[in-house]
């Protein structure tokens, strides 16, 4: 009775949470500029906690085209089942996105910067098309973290994080986190108890010491990506390069006049390659290991076309924008040279 009147500090049971996480959602909370933070088992696990808690059957929600598949996924083929209706409009068509907006839409959704795309979402705006439509939005700003942008001060309702990314920073964790407002939260953290999708006391453990390096490693891999970037766009095998650190990205002045740094993700084309030669390249480098996560301080590359997209026929791999051709690096903290 005493825990019920809530004369006792302490949790009912593990699926509602421990007392680690209690601390590293405040440090979380904190590092974004929001009130409160929810754990959760992943990435995937907070916007799928987000979406189940916000949306009913005859709800709409609105992305942004160029996004996570499995984000993507998620929303058009399984909320479709229970009568949500899934709109993707052209990443950054900020017209585009009003114009979709009808009296059942409850949600917005956009990753800032993209992937793997790398495209930059001028936030204020965003955030003033939910604000005037009173629809709630919902930045995922995995590939930019908290030290390089904050959602929030723009007025962006959610901001999420795969933190097994640069959060986490070691490759060694599955973690996810969705930061707002108090009150906003209250209904997800709910559902959240309810579903399951929490994470473990190790793992919340290993997070907290990520935490520890995570302005010193993000410094080092904006230098990095920075400085492989460049080197990238003038090398003479290379098609494109797509990083918001150049001024020939088409949004650069949008990053630029928002983000503190660009991260250590880069998104390149090998010149007069096909899908075999790309792999090839992938196979010889030496440092990156072949893996699909980012933000570790270990270097990491992989072909978006072999690692998420294999199954896609060629005219949908065309429509999302992954040519056979696309490498990601994600740079991590080694030597640069």
Request: glycine letters at 8%.
């Amino acid at each position: 009775i005493d825990f019920i009147e809530h004369k006792q500090p302490r949790e009912e049971y593990g699926r509602y949470g421990n007392p680690g996480e209690k601390v590293v959602e405040r440090k979380l909370a904190a590092l974004d500029g929001g009130e409160a933070a929810i754990l959760y088992a992943s990435g995937m696990a907070a916007i799928v906690g987000v979406v189940m808690a916000k949306l009913s059957a005859g709800d709409e929600v609105i992305f942004f085209d160029e996004c996570y598949h499995r984000s993507r996924e998620f929303c058009s083929k399984h909320m479709a089942r229970f009568g949500v209706v899934t709109h993707q409009v052209k990443a950054c068509d900020y017209d585009a996105m009003e114009a979709a907006i009808t009296p059942r839409t409850r949600l917005l959704i956009s990753e800032s910067p993209t992937n793997p795309h790398l495209s930059v979402v001028d936030l204020e705006r965003f955030a003033s098309i939910g604000r005037r439509r009173g629809v709630d939005t919902l930045i995922d700003a995995t590939l930019a973290t908290p030290y390089n942008v904050r959602p929030i001060e723009y007025g962006v309702d959610y901001v999420l994080h795969s933190a097994t990314k640069y959060l986490g920073g070691h490759n060694d964790l599955l973690a996810g986190v969705i930061v707002g407002a108090q009150e906003k939260l209250e209904s997800i953290r709910k559902l959240r108890g309810i579903m399951g999708a929490i994470n473990s006391p190790h793992n919340i453990y290993l997070l907290e010491r990520g935490l520890k390096t995570f302005e010193l490693r993000m410094r080092r891999q904006n230098e990095n990506g920075q400085a492989v970037a460049e080197f990238l766009a003038g090398h003479p095998r290379v098609e494109r390069v797509y990083y918001p650190g150049l001024p020939s990205h088409p949004y650069h002045e949008v990053a630029r006049r928002t983000m503190r740094g660009f991260g250590g993700l880069i998104t390149f084309l090998v010149k007069d390659a096909d899908w075999r030669a790309t792999a090839a390249m992938i196979d010889a480098v030496k440092i990156p290991r072949i893996g699909p996560s980012l933000g570790g301080v270990e270097s990491l590359i992989e072909q978006p076309m072999v690692m998420s997209y294999f199954d896609y026929p060629p005219e949908e791999r065309a429509r999302f924008g992954i040519p056979d051709n696309m490498v990601r690096l994600s740079c991590g903290i080694e030597n640069r040279e």
